[in-house]
């Protein structure tokens, strides 16, 4: 049998000490995170100027690749040449025999020492490419190290006092902390996909064409041609001036930080109306007033999620939304004529299912109950969406 005196209040575990060991701990993740985000930094000026050195590399390569052909041009030419004195020997003078044995001899000496560097540079640019795969992957590595030590350092910065609650919601605060760098990276793929998509290959498109209309104008070709071309060209700046526009509202709106609330999810709205054929509708009630900014960016990301899945997945051909302001709260109700879906379906699916619909669903929920307000979802399949959000304010 155990010994009841086992767990006596004299054998407790004495608080301070257990204090000052985390305090000591924290402080050697503390120096250990600076010491590793050095080395990224490090090792992120090494990568940009590594990345210089091979763009260099391969220009050379292809100017001796060049000169290789040239050189070759000229050989074959010496070679033909010293064939034709060799056959009508008695024609030529003792000079130019001489000389044209001289030149192919010393064209073949430079060819040879070409293709030499020509190998000895693809050799470098190939041992530069596989550094600069190697240095990518410590930064990513140091960058990872560094977001688990900071995990850990939060974790144990609650001291004593919250380590058995911890300890108790560890899973929990572990698949919120999971999302949330889920949600980051996906943010991250997205724009950089926007990016990649839309503005960086108008922005290639426009350099060709650019260099286009000079070859026109030094060609002297007429005027209207020129003209339609710039004409081409200037649409094309718009266009890619109004795709990062939307790039940067999407980031950060600042129709939101600028007038507020109401008028961010009604840019939303126009959005969604103008990259899809489903018409949207917004109605206001109570006074209209900001909010605490928090609040304000959290609402606006989860009508934004709300309104994606309108667009992506409801297959609906009208939405509204409503918001109605009062003293303490503010309700915002989001509703669609779409498809449907069983709402406890796709939040358990959430859980453990990367699709994005379930995993935004499961974000918008985790949003709203942070700021301490409720969201709910009401929906059937065939018969439309309804989601209504309550969350208690505080006015800027």
Not at 127 to 140: A, D, F, G, V, Y
Not at 187 to 193: D, F, K, M, Q, S
Not at 322 to 339: L, V
Not at 365 to 387: A, D
Request: glycine fraction near 6%.
């Amino acid at each position: 049998m155990a010994d009841d005196n086992h767990f006596a209040p004299s054998e407790k575990v004495d608080v301070k000490v257990v204090d000052d060991i985390l305090e000591k701990t924290i402080d050697n993740i503390q120096n250990g995170k600076v010491q590793i985000f050095e080395i990224a930094e490090s090792a992120r000026t090494e990568y940009d100027q590594m990345q210089q050195e091979l763009k260099e590399i391969k220009n050379k390569v292809r100017e001796v690749i060049q000169e290789v052909d040239n050189l070759e041009k000229k050989c074959h030419q010496a070679k033909v040449h010293l064939a034709d004195v060799s056959k009508h020997f008695d024609t030529y003078s003792e000079e130019d025999i001489k000389e044209a044995y001289e030149q192919a001899s010393d064209l073949r000496a430079r060819l040879t020492i070409m293709k030499e560097r020509e190998q000895q540079l693809r050799n470098h640019r190939d041992s530069t490419e596989r550094r600069l795969k190697n240095l990518k992957k410590t930064i990513e590595k140091a960058e990872n190290i560094v977001n688990q030590m900071g995990v850990i350092e939060n974790y144990l910065s609650q001291g004593l006092g919250g380590l058995q609650e911890t300890l108790e919601d560890l899973e929990k605060r572990k698949a919120i902390g999971l999302k949330i760098i889920r949600a980051q990276e996906e943010e991250r793929r997205r724009v950089a996909r926007e990016i990649h998509d839309g503005p960086a290959q108008n922005l290639a498109n426009m350099v060709l064409r650019t260099e286009y209309c000079e070859k026109l104008i030094d060609a002297n070709s007429g005027t209207d041609e020129i003209k339609e071309e710039l004409g081409e060209l200037k649409q094309q700046v718009r266009t890619n001036l109004k795709d990062v526009r939307k790039i940067i509202f999407d980031l950060r709106p600042m129709t939101l930080d600028d007038l507020g609330l109401v008028p961010a999810i009604r840019k939303l709205i126009q959005g969604v109306e103008e990259e899809s054929n489903i018409e949207g509708e917004l109605k206001t009630f109570g006074e209209e007033k900001r909010l605490n900014r928090y609040i304000e960016i959290a609402l606006f990301r989860t009508v934004q999620e709300a309104l994606n899945n309108i667009k992506k997945h409801s297959g609906a051909k009208r939405f509204w939304v409503k918001t109605d302001f009062s003293n303490d709260t503010i309700h915002i109700i989001i509703r669609d004529d779409g498809k449907g879906f069983n709402p406890e379906d796709k939040l358990q699916d959430s859980e453990d299912d990367s699709d994005s619909e379930h995993f935004g669903i499961s974000n918008m929920k985790e949003r709203v109950e942070s700021l301490g307000g409720e969201i709910n979802f009401s929906s059937k399949p065939k018969q439309g969406t309804k989601i209504s959000i309550k969350v208690p304010v505080f006015v800027n």
